[in-house]
């Protein structure tokens, strides 16, 4: 084999390996648009810089393509719809909106009656239930609920002043 033919075939395989190398840059970007956007003319546009420019177009297309995929984005909005959801159900007084716990029976604030009790096994139920869950006992009947007078507090008797 003379130096000629050895420098056709070296040139050849670095051809392919160009080309190879060309090609798999046009793929993982396709790939990689494709997780990232569902507009058409975006990914033709990535595509297309990178099969045009080569690495070049590849630098831009990391600079110009979208920060997070769709799978991201779809996660992202799933975690917040979740986090308002929690918002939404925490549990709060019908009359001053303070955070009341879910086993309370009246709120602390207010004293608006939040639950009530089962005359037969003590248990916490809901205003509109006519029957406890728990035990099968009618429930005793309550209305909406509506804020109850406060009872007033009786002054407390100062404090002696230290000597």
């Not at 420098?7 to 990232?36: E, H, K």
């Not at 009246?106 to 509109?128: D, F, W």
């Not at 609920?145 to 008797?157: D, F, G, S, T």
């Amino acid at each position: 084999m003379n130096a000629e033919s050895l420098l056709q075939l070296l040139l050849v395989v670095l051809g392919f390996y160009i080309l190879a190398f060309w090609m798999s840059l046009v793929i993982w970007t396709y790939r990689d648009i494709n997780a990232r956007t569902r507009d058409t003319y975006t990914r033709a546009l990535a595509v297309s810089l990178v099969a045009a420019f080569n690495v070049l177009g590849l630098f831009l297309y990391f600079i110009l393509r979208p920060k997070e995929t769709i799978a991201e984005a779809y996660e992202r909005a799933l975690e917040e719809e979740a986090l308002l959801r929690d918002l939404e159900t925490r549990d709060a007084c019908p009359v001053c909106r303070q955070s009341v716990h879910a086993d309370y029976l009246q709120c602390p604030n207010c004293h608006t009656q939040l639950k009530k009790s089962c005359a037969h096994c003590h248990r916490l139920l809901e205003l509109s239930w006519t029957l406890c869950p728990y035990c099968g006992a009618r429930a005793p009947q309550v209305s909406a609920p509506a804020a109850l007078p406060r009872e007033e507090i009786p002054e407390r008797a100062p404090l002696p002043r230290p000597r």
